[in-house]
C-alpha cells in the first residue's frame, strides 16, 4: 500500500460516497498493515490533542502587576524606602502582595482548560488491522484506519461512514442536537450541509446510543472537529472585565490628582523658599493620601463574599472578576437543551380519531392529565388513545422505574412515549407480561420505523410507529370510536395535513399503527407484517422549557438584559420552544446555513434583531458573541458541550453546566451551574448586580475620605501650616480603620429595585453624577471639620498632640461616613440602621484598633501619637457626627424635589 500524499484533512468527506472515501485513504476493509500504520504515524502523529505552551506560572504572576493601582502602590513603596518611611514602605508592599498572590490562584486555575480536552479523548477503540479486529490504544488510530463501533462507544475520531445498522449517535457535546441523530453510511451530500446534518459522517467524543456500523477514519487528533474546538480556545484572548476596566480608570484619575497636587505643592513651596527635601515629604504624603491602599484588598475581599452568596444559589464562580462582570450583562446567549428546557422529552399533543388532545404534566415525571379544549377526559370512554399509548409501550425498547424518583434508560422519545403512557396507568412491565415481545423489526433510519411482534391470546399482535408520512402507506384502514374504517385518501391527507401542522410547531410527531393476526406464529412472514395495518394517530413530543425558566427570562426582560438562544436543534423545534419561554414571536429567527452566506459586517447589523439561532456550529457561535461584543454589549454564554467552549472562552463571562457539562466546558468558563438552571444564572445576575452597587458604596467611602485627607494636608500646605498628619498617620487610616468598613460596605444589601433597572454599560465609568457629588460634598465637609480641629489644637498644645487630635477626630469622622455610603439616595434610617450588622462589627473593630494605639505605650511610640483625655472625646463625637447629620439633611432635601430615579442618570 503507497502513502503518497492525500488529502486527510479534507472537509467534504460527507459529498463522496464510502467506496471512494475509503479509495481516497488509500485502505479497504481488511484494514491497514502494521508497516502502513508505522509510516502514518510518523506523519500525522499521534490521535491526540496538542496543547499549546501556556502561560508559566511566573508570567501569570507577574501579570497581576500591570494595573494602575498596583503599579502606584509599588511606586508609594520605592519613593516610601527613599525617605526612610521602613514600616510605611512594609504596610504597602505586604497589600500589593496579598492582592497579587489571590489574582494568581484564580488564574493559574484557569489556564488548565486543554487538559480537560485531552481526558476526554477515549482511551481504546477497536479497529480492523491485517484482517483482523483488534483493541487498539484510541491515540494510535491514523487516517485510514476502519474503526468499529458498537453501542456505548465513545467516537475515537472523524470518519465517513461505510456501514451502519440502526446507528444512532448522541452528538449533543459537538453539535446541541438535543436528540441522538440516526446515520446512514450510502448517504452522498450536498457540501453545505452543516455538520449537525451530516448523517454519513461520525464526529470524535461523540456516543454511539444503540447500533453499529464502522467508520473509515479520516481524521485524528487536531485535525478533528474536537481538535478545531481546542484550536479555537488556544487562540482566544479574555477581554478584561467591566470591573478591571473601571478599576483601570480609577487608577488613571488617582494617579493625575497625585501629580496635579504634588506639582501645585512643590511649586508653592518652592517660591515660598521652603527646602526640596521638606516638599519632597509633603509630596510623598499626599501621594499616601491619595492611594486607597485598601482597595486591591476590598475589592478582592467583596468579590469572595460574592462568589459564597452565588455558591448558596447553584452558581459556582470559577474566576474573581466574573462575579461584578454578571452585573454589568446586557445579553445572555443560553444553550436550550437542558439550560432552557429540562432535556427530557414530554410528549403535549395527541391525535386520535378526530380529537386533539392537550396532554399536561413535564419531562419523566409519570403526573399529568389528557384534555380536549381545557376539560379532562375519561379514559374509559377514550378506548382509541389507550390503543395508542399501548402500542407507544409495547412497540420501545426504553425502560423506566417509577419508584418516587423516576429513572430512564434509552432513547429519549422513546422515554417519553412511556411516561405519557404512564400518565394512562399503563406500566410497560404489566404490557410486557400481557403481551410477550416475539418478534421485532429494528429502527433504521431507511425504513423510519419499528415493528414489534406480541402475543395475544391466540393471535398475534403487530405494532408499528415511525415517521407518519411511511407508516400511514402501509395502513388500509383507521380506527375510530374502536371501530376500523377504510381509510381513503382524503382521510391520508388530512393526516398528513395534522403531522405537518404538529411538526410546525415544532414538535416530534410519531405515527402509530397495529393490526391482529390470526395466523400461528411459524406462519407469520416478515413481508407480511407490514401490510393492512391499522392507523391510530399520532403523538408529538417536546423538550420542555422549565418552568423557572419562563419567569428568569420575564425578570431579564424587566432588566434590560436580552436573552439569545442558541441550538443545534432544527429551526421549528427552537421557535416552538422559544414562544413556550416568553420570547418575542415577532423577532427573526436564523439558522446555521443562513450565517454562512453572510459577512460578519452583515452580521453585526442584524445581530440584536435576531432571538433565535438553529442549527448552528461552535464557529457559529464565536460570530455572533463577537457581532454582539462590537454592538458594545456585556455578553454571558451558557453551555454544556464541547461544542460550547470556545464561545464560552470568547465571551464576557462563560457559564457551564454542572450536571451535563462536559469538563472541558467547565475548565473553559467563568462560572458553573450546579443545577443546570437558567434561572440560577439570573439569581446570579442579581447577586453581581448588588456587588456592583456595593464596589460604588466603598469606593465612594474610600475616595471620599482620601480627598479629605489629601485637602487638609493640601490646605495646610498652602498656609504654611506644619503636617496635620504623618504618612504612617494616613496608612493607617487608609488599612487599619477604612479597611474593615469598607469590607463590610462590600455586603450591604441590595435595593429590592435594583432588577428593575437597566444594566450598567460596559462604558459608563463607576463615578457618576451622584458619586462625584458625594465624594467632593464629603471630602469637604471632611477637611472643613478637621481643619480648625488641627488649628486650634496646634495653638493650645505640642505638635505631636495636635497631630493625634486630628488623626483621631479623622478616624471617628469616618466611622460615621461609613454609615453614609450605605446608600447614595436613601436614609440611613430607610434602609435600616442595623440591616448590615457587618458593618456595626467592623466600625466597633475599627474604633478599638484606634484606642489600642492610641492607649497602648508601645504602640502609640511606633505610630508618633500621644493618648487622648476624655474633655477631647467630648469635643470629638459631635463633630465626628457632622457629616451623617449633614448628608441626611441633604438626602431629605433631593428626595423631596427631584425623582431620586433620574438623578444618577
Known sequence: MHTQEVAYTKEDWHTIDSDKAIQVLQTNSEGLSTPEVKKRLEKHGFNELREEKGRSPFFIFFDQFKEFLMILLLAAVFISVLVGEIIDATMIFAIVIASAMLGFFQEYKAERSLEALKRMVTPKAYVHRNGEEVEIPAKELVPGDILILKTGDKVSADGRLIEAMGLHLDEASLTGESVPVGKESNLVLDKKVPISERKNFVYTATTVTSGRGKIAVTSTGMNTEFGKIAS???????????LQIRLSHVGKWLVAVCLVIVTIVTIIGIIRGNPLFEM???????????????????VTGALAIGVQRMAKKNAIVRKLPAVETLGSTTVICSDKTGTLTRNEMTVRCIHVGDKEIEVTGFGFDPKGEFKVNGNTIDLDDNKDLVQLLRIGTLCNDASIKL?????????????????VAAKANLQKENLDRKYPRIDEISFSSERKRMVTVHESGKNKLVNVKGAPEFIIKLCSSVLKDGKQIKLTNEEKSKIIEINEAMARKGLRVLGMAFKDCKVPAGELKPEDLEKDLVFVGLQGMIDTPREEAIGAIKVCKDAGIKVIMITGDHKLTAEAVAKELGFSVKKRSITGLELDEITD?????????????????????????????????????TGDGVNDAPALKNS????????TGTEVTKEASDMILTDDNFASIVAAVEEGRGIYSNIKKYLTFLLSCNLGEILIVFVAGILGWPLPLL???????NLATDGLPAIALGVDPTDPDI?????????????????????????????????????ISLDRMDIIYAQSVTLTTLVMIEMFNALNCRSLKYSIFKIGLFTNKWLILAIASSIVLHLSILYIPGLSWLFKIQSLDLRFWALCLPLAALPLIIIEIAKYVENRLIDSNTIDK
Not at 479555537?232 to 467591566?242: D, I, K, L, R, S
Not at 491602599?293 to 476590598?298: R, Y
Not at 447589523?605 to 454582539?628: D, G, M, N, Q, W
Not at 464576557?652 to 450536571?659: H, L, Q, R, W
Open 280 to 298: 519632597f515629604l509633603w509630596g510623598v504624603a499626599l501621594a499616601v493620601a491619595a492611594v486607597p491602599e485598601a482597595l486591591p484588598a476590598v
Open 652 to 659: 464576557d463571562i462563560g457559564v457551564a453546566m454542572g450536571i
Open 601 to 637: 459586517e452583515e452580521l453585526v447589523r442584524i445581530v440584536e434583531e435576531v432571538e433565535v439561532y438553529a442549527r448552528t456550529s461552535p464557529e457559529h457561535k464565536i460570530r455572533i458573541v463577537k457581532a454582539l461584543q462590537k454592538k458594545g454589549h456585556v455578553v454571558a454564554v
Open 232 to 242: 479555537m480556545m488556544q487562540a482566544v484572548e479574555e477581554p478584561p472585565t467591566p
Open 755 to 791: 432588577m428593575q433597572s437597566p444594566p450598567i454599560s460596559k462604558s459608563e465609568s463607576i463615578f457618576t453624577r451622584r458619586v462625584k457629588v458625594f465624594i467632593a460634598g464629603l471630602a469637604i465637609i471632611i477637611a472643613l471639620i478637621i481643619l480648625p480641629v488641627f488649628a
Open 727 to 733: 504618612t504612617i498617620h494616613l496608612l493607617w487610616v
Open 403 to 419: 419508584d418516587g424518583s423516576t429513572k430512564a434508560i434509552g432513547d429519549p422519545t422513546e422515554i417519553a412515549l412511556l411516561v
